[in-house]
Structure formats: C-alpha cells, structure tokens
C-alpha cells in the first residue's frame, strides 16, 4: 500500500472537512486504491485550529518552509482562501515538486496561467474542482467535453449566497437586508458579505470556467461585474408575476475570436431552468458545438462537498499528475 | 505525432458520425493533444455503408479479423448496437489488446462483469461514456464523485423517446399514438419502438449507472421495469392539472446492503426539477453521502453527442489505459 503524504494550508472550516473525510473514507479509499492519505501537516495561524480538527501537535505548522522540505509531502491541499499568500504558497509547492490542489477560486483566477505554467515546467498536478461550484463535478465534466467540442457559452447560477437572498426575497417576499440577515444567521454569508452580493465570488469562478473553455487565462478584471445589493423587491416580485425570477447570471459568451464575460442580476424566464434553481444551489449551463447545451445543478458550497471534491482531486493528482492539466494557448 | 488507429463497428447514423466528428476535430485534437486520429476500418454488411461515411474502400470489412489482426489498430469503437455479436466482438478485441470504447448499453449492461475483468486482465481501456446520456458528461461525473462519495440513490430520465412521447402528450394534447407516430416522423423512435416505450433502453441505462455506484454488476434483468404503452391522456391531464407531469423514471436506490431498481411511469410534482425536462431531453439525479444531489441535464441522445463522447472517450483510452476502468467487488 501506497502512502500519500497531505499537508493542508489553511484548517477552516474546508481544512477541518478534509480531516474528516480522510478519516471517514479512509479505510474504503485504500481498499479500493490501494494508497493510504495521511495527513501531515495542517498550516494554521493557530496551532489550537489544528488540534480541533483531530490533527496531532506535531503536524501543526504557521510556516510553510517545514511542508516544502518534506519529502513525505506529495500533495498540498490549499484551503486558505484569498489571493496572498495563498497563490505564493501553490506556486513555491509547485517549485518544491509537490502536486497542488485548491478550493481557491480567487487565487486561481488570479494566477491562473503562471499557476498552470509552473505545474507543467515541473511535470506536477494543479487540480481544482473545488473551487466552482464545490461538489458538483464541473472541471471533470469540462475535460471530458472539452476533449471534442468548442464551448460557446457558460451561463450560470454560481454564486449560492445571493441566490439564497434573491430566493427568500422573491419567495417570502423579504427585503435585501433582512433576507441577508437570514442568510448570515445560516452561515451561507460572511459577516462583510463583499465577495459575494458585490459579485467578486462570481467573476473568479466565471473566471476560471472561461479560461479552461478559451484555452487561455482571462483573469477576473476582464469581467463586467454587478452584484445585487441594488435589486428591489418590487424588480423581484414583477419577475415573479412574469413567470420567471432575478437571478444572478455569470455569462461567458465567445464572440468574434474574444470572449465576453459579465456577472449581474438579470430577469430569467419561467421556461428556463435556471429560474428554478432556488436557494443556495448552483447551476451551469455549458453550450457546446457538438454535444448542443448542458446543465449541471447541485449545491455549490458547504464544507463536506468541498472537501470530497479536494480529496477526489488528491486521489487524482497521485494517479494522473500533469496528464489532467489544462491545455493553454498562451496569454488572453 | 502519434498515430492512433481506429476500427469502427458499425457504420450506421452514430458510425458515420465518428468518421465526421474525426474529419471536422481531427487537426485540433492533433495540435493540442499530439495525437493523429486514423479511422482504418469500417465494419459493415454492407461495403456501401462504409464508402458513403467518407472511409476509402480498403477501410471496408464485414468480418471482425483484419481488425484484430492489425497491429496499427489500438482502439475499437463499437457502433453496431444490439447484444450480438457486439459483446463477443468487444472481448475478442479486447483479448487481441486494443482498447475498446462503446456505445452500446445493452451490450455493456447485459456483459458488464465480463467485459470490465477482460479489460483489466489485458490491462486495456473499456470506455463508455456513449452509452448513457450521450454527450451528457455522467461517466466522467460518476468516476470523480466515487472517488469519495457513496451514491445512495439513482432517479433520472433516460429516455429521450419516451419523454418526447409524454411531452406531446401533456402539452399537446395527443394521444399516445399520435404522439409516437410525430416522434417516429422526427427520428427520435424506431419503427419498432419496442426497446423505448417498454423501457428496456431506460433498463439497459440504469444497470449501467447502478453497476458503477454499487461496484459490481447488477444485469438489467434485475430492473422491475414497466413502459409507458398503458399511461392515458387522463393521467396525464391530471398530473398537469397538478402541476406536475408523468415521467418515465428509471431509479435505483440503495437498500439494506443491496439496490433495488425499477422503470416506470410516476407522477413527478412541480418542484422537482425533472417535471420541467421536457421533449426529448434527459436528466439524472445523483443523491449522494458527501455532496449531496446532483442533477445532469442535456440531449441524452443524437448521432453529434454520442459521437463526440465516443471520440473523447478514445483520447481518455489512449491517455489513461486501464487506469479509468472501475473497480468492481465481484458478482452482484
């Protein structure tokens, strides 16, 4: 039996469920794969973050120099979110040799082709299904489709938090700030709620999602971006009679050799799926010239989707390495 | 550039289409993945067949042995449909050690054990994201998400056929065999719709998906499986008036340490996103322990999609090998 060395920078709420469910799946993951997860180090401001999630003393770190001189560490797990150091980190691991996978959508979108470029100089895995849409298996279902058909289109519920505010807005008839209360009270937003009714969260994830269909980076200021801290009731509930919902729309849209890309609450007729998607949930709508136009729909965050879609990407980075990276064309 | 023969079986509506699909992706395939892409052999009853698809005459065979035979073959793509000889063809092709990517779900479903251990003793591919949803991305889907998940539940619709007839009949207003008389005129059923209306295609699909979630084989003859020939326009109008609609629904559920599987007509409510998959479009929800449900949705059918997943699924033979192929406990 093979052992994979993880070290985990960052033990959150995402780092903590990756303890979890190296623990819980385990024993099944090494019968069928015959490789053993152990997780030996977990990167932290505080050492007591590290011993909550069930890590030893002994692997707790606030430094990454101990991680990069392992030479049992064969994956680093990011799940520190932000831009820096996150992205420094991904990149100097990769220089180390280590595979990395992240749930970083702001970090990758950022760093994307240098990220990409420095994985393939050292013949190393960058995987990230994590980082849109949590659990549902979108960067899988991007290669699989990708490997034939040209996509003309990203269109998406991406973003769970305002979709979760736009849904108790439309549905109990709340106003913007109350139904953002409730949606912090439940832990779908963060005290400063910027990243997400701004629409900051949707760009990177559009971000990413647009490099990979362009074969090209197309970093997230390339985005025409408007959250939703402006739609009134009255916008909601007139979309309502119509049939349909407001709904926060990322789109991607290749036009005349470029692409387009734009975040913003727009009205979604009733006989489109996307209007009913309601909730914290997320939706993708990929338009390929081949395979005509598909949806993929499920919850897009939450600590235990994210973690199996980091621990899938760990099992995936040990079996495939750099053979899973995508394919660039240079700069956008 | 490598070179990567292929043989096809089958040179029908989806033959044709792979020939196509390699003509019109071939030289970007060849840039980004370094691999030329020679359709070598056509296998047909008819030399006619072959010539009209675009493959020069040489290509044309009716007998399955110069394909084994050619050292220069490395994947056999398997078009032909039904159970016989497409089966003992997959085995002998795999014996001889090519690769095999399918199409074919009553083949896969009928032999799944036998075909997936033959693979894996001569360490070869056997790919078939095809066989299911067509283009839709579910193999790709099931391999990332079982590589953590445990899937509790399977419930979809599988069968365009059959959805287009309900469709018609719902919004239309058409009887049953109006409205598979209109799907005959479009193409989308046969002139015996036996394998549609009865759900023995939707059986074939569900064995498939079960078998992957379960790891091991579960045949379709283990399906409780009912059409749609019995459902009346009443039951329809009433599942309308409802706000719902009757689909066929193929499911598998997870019970007490077996699974249980069955086709059959039901009544969907309105709040369930599969009520809104309408005309011949198809969708399956994946209920799982770590990500929860997921939904994929798209044309689950047409010569275009399935071959770009046929095509795809070559690349992934030549890329991965036997690496892709599932891990089974043994009979079911």
Known sequence: M?????????????????VETVLRKGAEIGQREGITLEVRWGLARRVER??????????????????????????????????????????????????????????????????????????RALLFEASVGAGIPLMASL????????IERIRGIVNGT???????MAEEGMAYHDALREAQRLGYAEPDPTADVEGYDAAYKLSI???????????????????????TPDQILDARARGGAVKLIAEAVARNGGWELRVQPVFVPGSDLLAHVRRNLNAIELT?????????????????????????DVL???????????????AS
């Open 2 to 18: 093979e052992t994979v060395g993880i070290a985990l920078l960052g033990v959150g709420t995402v780092g903590s469920a990756v």
């Open 50 to 123: 590290v011993l909550a999630a069930g890590l030893p003393e002994r692997a707790a770190t606030t430094s990454i120099e101990p991680i990069l001189e392992d030479p049992l560490v064969s994956v680093v797990v990011e799940a520190m979110g932000g831009e820096e150091p996150a992205a420094t980190y991904m990149k100097r691991a990769l220089e180390a040799g280590k595979h990395v996978v992240t749930a970083n959508k702001e970090a990758l979108s950022k760093h994307f082709a240098e990220l990409v470029a420095t994985a393939r100089a050292r013949n």
């Open 143 to 150: 290669r699989q489709i990708l490997t034939v058909n040209r």
């Open 162 to 168: 305002t979709n979760f505010i736009l849904t108790m």
């Open 209 to 231: 999602l647009a490099s990979l269909a362009a074969g090209t980076h197309i970093p997230p200021d390339r985005v025409d971006r408007r959250g939703i801290t402006s739609v």
């Open 288 to 312: 390929c010239d081949r395979v005509g136009s598909i949806v993929l729909y499920g919850p897009g965050a939450g600590p235990a989707p994210t973690a199996a879609a980091l621990v899938a």
């Open 316 to 330: 995936d980075a040990v079996r495939f390495g750099a053979a899973l990276l995508p394919k660039l064309k240079g």
